[in-house]
């Protein structure tokens, strides 16, 4: 079946730092890829997506490219900062609609000052 | 983007107690709306999906006498925690689907529940 598998955490970094989670999935067809993050005290917020190979989301400085060859999804941001410390989902659908995401275990980004 | 909103956002109740959670989709209507549990440190488990005007479809170990799911219209669905154990606590999170054309869709969350069984 489908599986979501991200890198385990917590990741702790400097204000500014380079970010990069990594996500991997297992999945038959082509799914949906997105990252979604959950601030402190808030529900899950969509923050990018791709839908077909080599697609790149990005959103506030956050990107992630579809890679089928490596089944990879990962999330990286040049320069990380304090109001991005949140818990960062790695998630994924079959393409078709009224299909639930399948979750990673969410990573918990910190980042300090 | 759509608001999805639940409702309590924390409640707390004895053992042997039902809670009942809301899940309103305020801006637009959703046809299939999803249950998700999230356990510390652990990633969301869907529990099952909601569609309006039929019976939900539960995942693999969820109890369906335990976790009753109505969806009675297209902008509310509802997760009423039977007879709530401390085992039951948990943080409980829906999500609704808003159809964007034939086959495309996107997810909204809400901001979840927080159930504490004592």
């Known amino acids: 079946g489908n599986s979501v598998t991200q890198m385990e955490g917590p990741v702790t970094l400097s204000e500014e730092a380079f970010l990069t989670i990594n996500c991997t999935y297992t999945a038959t067809g082509y799914p949906s890829l997105f990252w979604y993050v959950q601030y402190p005290g808030e529900g899950l917020q969509l923050l990018l997506k791709a839908t077909k190979a080599d697609d790149k989301g990005s959103n506030k400085g956050f990107e992630a490219t579809y890679r089928k060859e490596t089944t990879s999804f990962h999330l990286e941001k040049g320069s990380v900062q304090v109001s991005d410390s949140a818990v960062y989902f790695c998630?994924?659908?079959?393409?078709?609609?009224?299909?639930?995401?399948?979750f990673g275990k969410g990573t918990t980004l910190s980042v300090s000052s | 983007g759509a608001v999805v909103s639940q409702h309590p956002s924390r409640v707390i109740c004895k053992s042997g107690t039902s809670v009942k959670i809301e899940c309103r989709s305020l801006?637009?209507?959703?046809?299939?709306m999803f249950w998700y549990r999230q356990f510390p440190k652990k990633s969301l488990m869907l529990m099952a999906t909601?569609?309006?005007?039929?019976?939900?479809?539960?995942e693999q170990g969820v109890e369906k006498d335990k976790f009753l799911i109505n969806h009675a219209s297209l902008t509310l669905s509802t997760l009423t925690v039977t007879s709530a154990h401390p085992e039951d606590s948990s943080f409980y999170i829906c999500?609704?689907?808003?159809?964007?054309?034939?086959?495309?869709?996107?997810?909204?969350f809400g901001e979840g529940s927080r159930l504490t069984v004592l």
């Open positions: 909601s569609n309006e005007g039929s019976k939900a479809t539960y």
């Open positions: 999500s609704a689907l808003k159809a964007q054309g034939y086959n495309t869709g996107e997810l909204f």
């Open positions: 998630a994924l659908s079959d393409h078709q609609a009224g299909t639930a995401l399948i």
């Open positions: 801006d637009f209507q959703a046809t299939t």
